[in-house]
């Protein structure tokens, strides 16, 4: 192909630059410059004089002196500690729903977290459903399916409306997709569809849940520790 | 006359009371160019992390006030340090099997109402995304941010053909993905 002198204006591409063109500029939050303003006032670099640096020197020789002893008669551990999936798994309620507290006191985020753990336990195993998740996973769609309305929303007492509609709509078409999936599955992720949000909403959520690293940390600090422990079991 | 920042006051104008300390301008610039240095990561691929590398760029632009000289475009200047902070980001970053490639390669090709439209945005972002690196900063910098071949030039530090040619070769490699997926 010839190089064209100027290639925004050659004809060639004009398809392409009219695709690229199309692609929606993103908003930014509604506090990115409060923010920014923040970001500016913050310390840049820490100085500490030389007394300062001896001080925290010896400080740090003390601790690590005590850890040392402790640790030559401390007896060798023996329990291990629970994988993210044995965490979800033991988290999980006996309606097949899971929580952001044990308490169970905010109960309007159960959607958004039980979704969250399926995402994160569907892919844990090649046949989720011939595996040791499988009843967790038919139990946590039977919950899903449960807060479904007839029109295939989630309703109302749930918080964060685009985000809890993506990540159960997510999480049924992703058990749809599933071998042996209950055929009752996919009717729910197609009602389910009619309520994603906008593209560029989801394109943003997706991101998300591409790399649960960039998951905004409030919202997994509302998730509590089964949204963190499936992020978790998500990025790897 | 006020002493506010005049909303037609010009970029240079805005730099040279930011260099004083002035944070109003500073705010002013903020506001004035927080949506296309969104958008130039948004389309270098780092939608999910673009709202912290755009405030990391004004940050630096804060902290660079006084290395900035109005020889140059204040553009030029400020998508340096974009492109710095790009790079930077770069260099941290891990990458993952993404959850949206694993949901792009699964989707039916054609589907209805937003779950299409959600398609034909991620493709072209894919697109993008599978462009070589150079390649992609000379186009998104061309394309996105609307700069010219000169300015783009002096920000990558390469000849102004050099720019041309990467945004023929992009262009080119786009061309065929598109012919091979098409709308």
Redesign the interface.
Known sequence: MKLHPDPLQDPRFADVLARLRAQKAPEPAADFTERTLARTRQPVACHLGWGDVLWRAAAALVVLGGASFWWMRAPAPVARAPSPVEILMAAQRADGGWSADDRQLRARYDVSVTALALLALMPSEMAPLGGPQAKAIRSGISYLIGQQGEDGSFGADFSGADFTRYLAGMALQAAARLADADPTWRAAAERARAHLPDSFQMAKLNAHLAQPDSFPARWADAGGPVAQTALALLAR | MSDSVQPETDDFALMAQVRAGR?DA??AL??RH???V??FF??MGA?????DL??ET??RL??YREKYKPSAKFTTFLYTLARHAWLDHVRRQVR?K????R?RA?MPAHTD???G??R???D??AA?DELPPKQREA?VL???QGLAYEEIARILRIPVGTV??R??NA??A??ET?HETP?
């Open positions: 944070e500073f705010q903020v506001e927080r949506r296309p969104l958008n948004a389309r939608s999910h992390h673009g709202e755009a405030q004004f940050v804060w902290n993952f993404t959850f949206s490639d949901y699964e109402g937003g779950l439209q959600l034909k945005d991620l072209v972002q993008l186009l061309a394309v996105h041309k040619s945004i023929f262009l080119a786009l061309k598109f709308s």
